[in-house]
């Protein structure tokens, strides 16, 4: 489960809205940021300019009014005619001459006045302005000192300050307003960018997983699998290249296919054009056998070597046509619930190896049944065994056990084992192959080359398993394995 | 000396199989088609007919029903070997027996053989059992004759042999392998087909006497009128 979530994360689809969504955010917080520290910027550059440039104004107008020794009577009368001017501002106006403070409102508004603004407006005859910060309220404090004109042109200062605290709440509800703007764009950027990041993924994922789909069919052997081209983009590219592939593919396989049916049917239709001069040969091959004792030697040598190559060639012809018959699928079951340890036995009697070079270990008769092909069976079982008295040294054991799978149930294990001096081990790959000969040396010998391949086909028709193997004590032995199979 | 009716379209097949029945001391009449084999079989009177399968013409299978139909003589078939439906289809339309090709002569002679021992005497001369009941069904062993409901059945020599082994033993399972060497004297197990089919004819030919031939699942055949 952790490694189909590790893989989703991973899956393109989730990087692409990862992706989106980064870009979109960095973009939209940098223009919002950048966007907002500068209309911050413009917003309380421009009020403060106003409100100081009022301030002055109304200071203008009242300062003629003041005595250069003013008492604190004087004023806050002062103070308040300002004030009450900007009433609708919310002005508070404050004044100081030495010791003497008035304030429009109540005193507490000094404690607004920070001693560096104090201090300012002490030394510079010019308007100071503070921004602060109190109980969580933006407030804009602004200092200006009341100067004369002197007769050299200069001016000096007076001693007389006025302060003006006003409250920035506008201002601040302004730009407030401005970062709720940022942050909804931002979020709704955020939003589009997935909106988009899952589009575009859909666009890309969809003719991948066509393209995944159609290579999973084409292994499972679905040559004919095309995908649908559309548009004109590199996904689209890729999906013609696999078309093209594909075609190609299917057209190697089916020129193959075709080779090799013709080449199986030739070899079927050779085995059978050769049958019928063999059955006539065949027929008249006893009366050669009674015959030849009766000739002179020289004839009756040849007559007999006839004869017998005859029932070679006849074999030969027979295990050729039985292959035709695999090769072309049409070997069929003749299934049968039999007596397995009887069949092998009557197999064995019918070959005339009831003598020492054979020992069967059989269980007794009626014990083991099971439902199989008696022909196909005869045919292993006598390849295996003449295999073995051929290739190998007498005695051949031949051997019927069950064993029981959890998984696949009962097998029926034939064995048959010589004693001679094994197979080379190169070979043992090969040795069921269509006339593989394990031993060099022997390029003749009584069988077709085909017992094996034979064997193994009738085999694998039942659905079960044979291979070949050295005992460690020397000699080979063949294991047969057919599942067994109950009417 | 029996006489055989070969049935063969190839001439060197059918001069080779000559030849050697001819070494073995049968009487051998050859045909080249069916068409021909038919027309021999009722001035011929063979005591057994050889009959290739692959035919030209009136196919083997057909040669086969058409005999059938007027006469019980035995018939052998001769397959391919593999062709397994042929041969199951042969044996239905009433063969008695097979041989594969390349056949060889000692093989066909003692197939002939196993044939024309199943319509001779089958008890020593001499006793003579009384013809015997089973259910509807009368069977007289040393006539060979065999009636249901008084009509008498044509049987062909396999089908009587076989209804003559399954009812001497009435009651008792007889394995395939069985019937095969007691009716068909083959040692080969294989062909077990062989007996199915011969089975299948003689139900078909003991109308609602079938019933007394009973498959034994897995087994084989067993014959009770109960």
Known sequence: MWAKAVRFLRGLRVRLVVGFAVVAAVSALGTGLLAFREARTGVLQRSQDVVIEQFRDSIDAFAPGVPSAPTGEELTALVDSVARAHRSQGWQVLATYEDTRAASGPDGAFARLSPELREAVAERASAVFQRVDADGRPFLVVGL?????????????????????????????YVQAIIAAVEHATVYALGGAVLLALLAARGVLRPLRALRGATRRMAEGHLDVRLDVQGSDELAELSRTFNDTAAALEQSVAELRRLEVQARRFAADVSHELRTPLAAMAAVTDVLDEGAPRLDPETGDAVRLISEETARLSRLVEDLMEMSRFDAGAAALALDEIDVAESLRRTLAARGWTDERVVARLPAPGTLRARLDPRRLDVVVANLVGNALRHGAAPVRVSLGVRHDRTEGAWLIIEVADEGRG??????????????????????????????????????????????????????VFTVELPVRRA | MPRVLLVEDDPAVRKGVELALGHQGYDVIAATTGEEGLARLASARPDVVVLDLMLPGLSGLDVCRRIRERDQVPIIMVTARGDDVDMVVGLEAGADDYVVKPVRARVLDARIRAVLRRIGPTVAEGIRPLPETHGTLTIDRTGLVVS???????????????????????????????????????????????????????????????????TVRGFGYCFRTS
């Open chain 2, 148 to 214: 249901h409901e008084g009509a008498q059945l044509q049987l062909a020599p396999s089908e009587l042999r076989l209804l003559l082994t399954l009812s001497a033993s009435p009651g008792q399972v007889l394995s395939r392998q069985q019937l095969l060497e007691a009716v068909w004297e083959h040692d080969y197990h294989g062909d077990i087909r062989l007996v199915d089919a011969c089975v299948k004819r003689l139900r078909g030919k003991l109308g609602s006497a079938a019933r007394y031939v009973r």
């Open chain 1, 423 to 476: 197979i080379p081990e190169e070979a043992l790959p090969h040795i069921f192959e269509r006339f593989y000969k394990a031993d060099a040396t022997r390029a003749r010998s009584e069988s077709s080359g085909l017992g094996l391949a034979i064997t193994a086909e009738n085999v694998h028709l039942h659905g079960g398993r044979v291979h070949a193997a050295n005992r460690p004590r020397g000699g080979a």
């Open chain 1, 145 to 173: 000192p009341v100067t004369y004109a002197s007769a050299s042109g200069g001016s000096y200062l007076s001693g007389v300050a006025f302060y003006l605290v006003v409250p920035q709440d506008t201002e601040e509800a």
